[in-house]
Each structure stands twice: as structure tokens, then as C-alpha cells.
């Protein structure tokens, strides 16, 4: 089985402040990892993912994650919050042996403050 | 080319109805999957489709649900008696049939779904 625990149901920064969204999961086979994002009324959108190779992915709008399997974690970063980055972020795993089914964390508001 | 879609965006129905959901995937995508988040909660898979055929339905709650995919496309989703715990947003998303990589699911902007 898997899961994904994301910290921090809600998170405030101003703009311009770095991003920082955590993420960790548990899985028993090697893990695809995917962060996805929900603006207000619209449908998920795949951020960025880990399949394999370089641990650290870069993705849209100027997010990037760190795979690191020692720390189970996949973190989502961001160096400088943009008020359109406010939306609510969703962590994701899945696996070859589960055909590929997400499994979500709670996810997490970012609110960005002027 | 035209994203995933679903109908209706917002459905209220009173408990003991019946309401049909509709997920059209992107065009090719052989892989339909549908996804439930409750009020509060994270959001669920639900089942998978490949082509026509079910995959793997180990996430359906009982057997108040039914789920179809007619010849490879559209797939619709059932649920008959609907109950007040039925209440939520429910996503479909679709992706190509991979060459051993793992492909992006695309999806849909949801259904929200209030039983009363």
C-alpha cells in the first residue's frame, strides 16, 4: 500500500517569499511522484513528476521538487511566490504494480499575501 | 486538441435518486481513471479503465456504483440509490496507453455532487 502525508493543510506567505510545501510517502516498491495544482474551479494540473534519473525536477511556472528516498520526502519549492501561484497543491504517488493510480495526500492552501 | 470533460459540473439530487455521471477522455487515451474527493478529505481513485475493460475497480465504496465505458470512449459513472455520504467532487482522468513510462493523467475540472 501506499500513502502520501502532506504537511500543513494551509500555508500563507507573502509575495515574493519563498514556497515551501512538504510532502512524504510510504511506499513499499520504488515510487512515481507528482505534484499537481487546483486554481478555483478548474481541474488538477500536473506541476511536476518523478519517475527516474535526476532527483531534482523542475516543472511549470517555476516550481521544482527533490526527490530524496532516505527522507521519503518530495518536497515542492518555489523561490519567489507570485500571487497566481495561490491555489491549493495536491502530493501524489503511484506505482508500476497499482497500474499507475494516484494516491493523494490531503493537499495544501497557499495563500499568497500582497 | 480538447482537454477532459465532464458533465454535469454541479449536480443536487435528493437521497434515494439516481444520478448519472459523464467523463468524455482526451481523444486516444486508452486509460480512464475516476477519482472522488470528499468535503474535507484527500481525493480517491476509484476505478480504471483500459479501453473498455475495467482494470481494477478496488476503490468503487459499494455496489451503489456502476461504472461503464462504452466502446473505449466515454465512460459514465452510476450512482443508484445515491446516499448523503455520495457528496463530493468527482474527478475523471485519462492518459495514453504508455510504452513502459509513466504517462501524465490529464484531468477533468470534476463534478460536484450534493445529495440532500
Known amino acids: 500500500a501506499q500513502s502520501v502525508t502532506q504537511l500543513g493543510s494551509h500555508v500563507s506567505v507573502s509575495e515574493g517569499a519563498l514556497v515551501l510545501l512538504r510532502c512524504n510517502y510510504s511506499?513499499?516498491?520504488?515510487?512515481?511522484l507528482f505534484w499537481y495544482v487546483q486554481y478555483p474551479n478548474q481541474g488538477l494540473q500536473l506541476l511536476l513528476k518523478?519517475?527516474?534519473?535526476?532527483?531534482l525536477v523542475k516543472g511549470i511556472n517555476g516550481f521544482e521538487a527533490e526527490f530524496k528516498k532516505s527522507e521519503t520526502s518530495f518536497h515542492l519549492t518555489k523561490p519567489s511566490a507570485h500571487m497566481s501561484d495561490a491555489a491549493e497543491y495536491f502530493c501524489?504517488?503511484?506505482?508500476?504494480?497499482?497500474?499507475?493510480?494516484?494516491?493523494f495526500g490531503k493537499g495544501t492552501l497557499l495563500t499568497v499575501n500582497p | 486538441e480538447a482537454g477532459v470533460t465532464q458533465f454535469p459540473s454541479h449536480s443536487v439530487i435528493e437521497k434515494g435518486q439516481t444520478v448519472t455521471l459523464r467523463c468524455d477522455p482526451i481523444?486516444?487515451?486508452?486509460?480512464l481513471y475516476w477519482y472522488r474527493r470528499v468535503m474535507g478529505k484527500e481525493i480517491k481513485f476509484l476505478l480504471h479503465?483500459?479501453?473498455?475493460?475495467?482494470?481494477?475497480e478496488s476503490g468503487m465504496p459499494n455496489n451503489r456504483f456502476l461504472a461503464e465505458r462504452t466502446g473505449g470512449t466515454y465512460s459514465t459513472l452510476k450512482v443508484q440509490p445515491a446516499e448523503l455520504e455520495d457528496s463530493g467532487v468527482y474527478f475523471c482522468?485519462?492518459?495514453?496507453?504508455?510504452?513502459?513510462?509513466?504517462?501524465?493523467?490529464?484531468f477533468g475540472p470534476g463534478t460536484r455532487l450534493t445529495v440532500l
Open positions: 501524489a504517488v503511484s506505482s508500476y504494480g497499482s497500474n499507475y493510480k494516484l494516491t
Open positions: 518523478y519517475t527516474t534519473g535526476a532527483t
Open positions: 479503465f483500459v479501453k473498455e475493460s475495467k482494470q481494477d
Open positions: 481523444s486516444g487515451h486508452d486509460n
Open positions: 482522468a485519462s492518459s495514453p496507453l504508455g510504452s513502459g513510462t509513466v504517462d501524465t493523467q490529464y
Open positions: 511506499s513499499s516498491v520504488p515510487p512515481y
